[in-house]
């Protein structure tokens, strides 16, 4: 497939197949569920295998409509090759992450609450975030079983409701929005780069969903103590200031925040725990973090993560 990709990501940069002297093609991610090529200023990106065409569509359609909280594609109908979806889109610069200091959480903020301000179009999928979680979950129970750290993810997960684990809808009563459903500082470029504004690129996991879900991941490292006090609140007050339906407009933000940041605190454990297992290391600091708050999750009183 990267091979493929590759001679497809300069037929999509250059349709009229002229020589591109000096351009450059990159291989940015090759992951089971996700293939990323650039050339010079296209980006295209095979799906994960089994991907729904028609949920996919709904996505990137998603994208196309709101090029001012997401990043366009280039072409709005996925197309096949090598057994898997491909979808095409313009070059935007990341987030420097050697410069945390420089990290956009503000700009992250706006724009999530913007986007759960919108109305989600008919018909479009579910949210895939808790359904990542529980894949988490259940790669971590097959790849890493005799792993320490697995009783205390295990009860943490079992301890979440329902929904939180993706087995059964939002609870009636629960607010529901357009949610990006995999929020992090790196679902952020910079478009037209490199100094655009802000946008949120990866819709694989777009859809309807409860949006505190979106605000869970940096609940979490703030829980956890991985992200510092003032990060945390410089995005939580930026939410708040775009009017973001998640959270109360003031006052405690942590009985909304609580579900979801405990669920992603269990997934990045699972992931991270998986990781090392199979690479034979031990946890880091970091890692060892994430797995002492699902250790707390399950404690006797259930205190906080």
Do not use: N
Request: aromatic share 4%; charged share 20%; hydrophobic share 45%.
């Amino acid at each position: 497939m990267p091979a493929d990709l590759h001679e497809h990501a300069r037929a999509a940069a250059h349709p009229a197949a002229r020589p591109c002297p000096g351009c450059v093609t990159d291989t940015l991610a090759d992951r089971p569920d996700a293939t990323v090529v650039r050339h010079h200023r296209t980006v295209v990106k095979a799906h994960a295998p089994g991907t729904d065409p028609a949920a996919l569509r709904a996505r990137v359609a998603v994208a196309a409509a709101l090029p001012d909280i997401l990043l366009p594609p280039l072409d709005p109908a996925p197309v096949p090759l090598g057994g898997r979806l491909v979808t095409h889109w313009p070059l935007g610069r990341p987030v420097d992450p050697d410069d945390p200091d420089a990290a956009p959480w503000e700009d992250a903020a706006t724009l999530t609450a913007r986007l759960h301000r919108t109305p989600p179009p008919p018909g479009l999928p579910a949210m895939r975030g808790p359904g990542k979680a529980a894949l988490a979950v259940a790669r971590l129970a097959a790849d890493a079983p005799g792993h320490p750290a697995v009783p205390a993810l295990l009860g943490a997960w079992r301890a979440l409701p329902p929904w939180a684990r993706d087995e059964e809808p939002a609870p009636p009563g629960a607010v529901t929005a357009l949610c990006h459903g995999d929020l992090h500082l790196g679902q952020l470029v910079r478009h037209p780069a490199p100094d655009g504004p802000w946008r949120l690129i990866d819709v694989d996991d777009l859809g309807v969903g409860v949006p505190a879900w979106d605000l869970a991941r940096p609940a979490s490292w703030y829980a956890c103590g991985l992200l510092p006090a003032e990060e945390w609140q410089r995005f939580l007050r930026a939410y708040r200031a775009a009017r973001g339906p998640a959270v109360p407009a003031e006052g405690d933000p942590w009985p909304t925040l609580d579900v979801p940041a405990r669920a992603l605190t269990v997934q990045t454990a699972a992931r991270s725990v998986t990781k090392a297992a199979l690479a034979g290391r031990p946890l880091d600091e970091a890692e060892e973090a994430l797995v002492d708050a699902c250790g707390r999750m399950v404690a006797p009183g259930g205190g906080p993560v």
